[in-house]
């Protein structure tokens, strides 16, 4: 079993390989986060593979998320955002972002492989997709409803329903999504 770890953070990389160091059955691969590579790595991972993220960032990359759900390796990401529930559109494992390496053994322990890869997106009406596009812009109620011509509660209300869909309670918390992530929703469905 392989055990890749994407981060930047060498510390953390040198102290998961040397906690796990002492099972003979797996082997540690350190993969940068900001490495376009990770791609195909994720491609060639093997049932029983793990891929560990624990990114210094607090932005990932929605791209990179859905190739690694795409692979048949298991994931664990670190990360304090559990607003954002990553782990029931991806079926990935979440431990906190200062893990202690009990949690991420037990993490590992526990993983169990996942036949259904599907991607469960939040479903999101079009007024909705409106109002968060022009929410992202940095559209404020009154400009949304006036420039959908709507009224500032049906405004409002959307962008309420929008932001639960999405696991966030304010504007500031788009910028702790991953990347990628408004843009593809919006695209899709």
Request: charged residues 15%; positive net charge; aromatic residues 10%.
């Amino acid at each position: 079993m392989k055990i890749y770890v994407l981060t930047e953070n060498n510390y953390l990389y040198n102290g998961i390989a040397h906690t796990l160091a002492s099972r003979t059955d797996c082997q540690c691969v350190k993969l940068s986060t900001q490495n376009k590579s990770n791609y195909i790595v994720s491609r060639l991972s093997k049932p029983g593979d793990i891929f560990i993220i624990a990114s210094e960032y607090s932005n990932m990359n929605f791209s990179m998320l859905m190739e690694l759900n795409l692979s048949n390796a298991s994931v664990v990401i670190a990360t304090n955002n559990f607003g954002w529930k990553i782990s029931s559109i991806f079926r990935f494992s979440t431990i906190a972002r200062n893990f202690h390496m009990f949690d991420l053994l037990q993490a590992i322990n526990l993983i169990k492989p996942v036949s259904n890869k599907d991607v469960l997106l939040p479903r999101i009406t079009a007024s909705e997709k409106e109002v968060l596009m022009l929410t992202m812009n940095g559209g404020r109620v009154d400009f949304i409803s006036s420039r959908l011509n709507i009224a500032v509660k049906t405004a409002y209300a959307h962008q309420r329903s929008v932001f639960k869909k999405l696991g966030i309670r304010k504007i500031q918390d788009i910028t702790k999504l991953p990347s990628n992530y408004i843009n593809y929703i919006v695209h899709t469905n």
